[in-house]
């Protein structure tokens, strides 16, 4: 069944950090997960962007239910932004295949209110993984239509995509839980993505810390990073 994406308000006005400028509140900040996750994965970022004045908005989108095409609209635009406030400058934070999701929508849609856009471990080439398990019973069951879309083939999603023509920052991990995935994957990786896989043409900054895939997105020097670049514009050394 569809579950409903998580609105969080917060009230409008203006925070101060001792080391940042002032985030106006209305700022809102679109959370999207990976594949064969829910957003429950994005919790930890919630309370760290409501602490710097942002509205969170953290969809909870069917991953494995609906192929690319289908979801960069309904997770991106209809569970996304179409629910920030108005007059809202936008950001968006992504986890794996919800960047590839936040690119294909902007590729083809005009987003007039958009700021910064972070995405944790995303495969912007395209994962090896998938070119190898393909074909591997239960494979799609387990991934889905989206899940056979990010290969490295001509043919995937990734590959499809071109430069990103907005304000960009990739956050890669180089440790690995899953030693069985990594073989498939060119050394550096993450257990899912390589390191060379989440670099695009058109980005910002680019960083490469020690995390994995599955957990990156809860650990405090990534989330850390994330709120710096979303008020900087850039990771910090």
């Given at each position: 069944?569809?579950?409903?994406?998580?609105?969080?308000?917060?009230?409008?006005?203006?925070?101060?950090?001792?080391?940042?400028?002032?985030?106006?509140?209305?700022?809102?900040?679109?959370?999207?997960?990976?594949?064969?996750?829910?957003?429950?994965?994005?919790?930890?970022?919630?309370?760290?962007?409501?602490?710097?004045?942002?509205?969170?908005?953290?969809?909870?989108?069917?991953?494995?239910?609906?192929?690319?095409?289908?979801?960069?609209?309904?997770?991106?635009?209809?569970?996304?932004?179409?629910?920030?406030?108005?007059?809202?400058?936008?950001?968006?934070?992504?986890?794996s295949?919800?960047?590839?999701?936040?690119?294909?929508?902007?590729?083809?849609?005009?987003?007039?209110?958009?700021?910064?856009?972070?995405?944790?471990?995303?495969?912007?080439?395209?994962?090896?993984?998938?070119?190898?398990?393909?074909?591997?019973?239960?494979?799609?069951?387990?991934?889905?239509?989206?899940?056979?879309?990010?290969?490295?083939?001509?043919?995937?999603?990734?590959?499809?995509?071109?430069?990103?023509?907005?304000?960009?920052?990739?956050?890669?991990?180089?440790?690995?839980?899953?030693l069985?995935?990594?073989?498939?994957?060119?050394?550096?990786?993450?257990?899912?993505?390589?390191?060379?896989?989440?670099?695009?043409?058109?980005?910002?900054?680019?960083?490469?810390?020690?995390?994995?895939?599955?957990?990156?997105?809860?650990?405090?020097k990534?989330?850390?990073?994330?709120?710096?670049?979303?008020?900087?514009?850039?990771?910090?050394?």
């Amino acid at each position: 069944m569809l579950m409903h994406c998580r609105i969080v308000a917060v009230t409008v006005g203006l925070v101060f950090t001792a080391l940042s400028h002032p985030v106006i509140a209305s700022d809102c900040v679109v959370l999207l997960h990976g594949l064969a996750r829910t957003s429950a994965s994005m919790n930890k970022l919630i309370e760290p962007l409501e602490q710097l004045g942002h509205q969170v908005i953290n969809v909870d989108y069917p991953s494995r239910k609906k192929p690319v095409e289908e979801l960069s609209t309904l997770a991106v635009k209809e569970m996304g932004y179409d629910n920030c406030n108005a007059g809202s400058t936008v950001h968006f934070v992504t986890h794996s295949m919800g960047g590839i999701l936040t690119r294909h929508h902007l590729e083809r849609n005009e987003l007039p209110q958009l700021g910064r856009v972070v995405m944790m471990a995303p495969p912007n080439q395209g994962s090896e993984v998938v070119d190898n398990l393909r074909d591997v019973p239960g494979f799609k069951l387990l991934n889905g239509k989206a899940g056979l879309q990010l290969g490295t083939d001509a043919n995937s999603i990734p590959a499809n995509l071109g430069p990103v023509e907005f304000d960009l920052g990739v956050i890669a991990g180089n440790k690995t839980i899953n030693l069985l995935l990594s073989q498939y994957l060119p050394n550096p990786d993450d257990g899912k993505v390589s390191v060379a896989s989440t670099k695009v043409e058109g980005m910002n900054d680019h960083i490469v810390l020690p995390v994995n895939h599955a957990l990156m997105m809860r650990s405090k020097k990534v989330i850390a990073q994330v709120l710096y670049y979303l008020e900087h514009g850039r990771f910090d050394r």
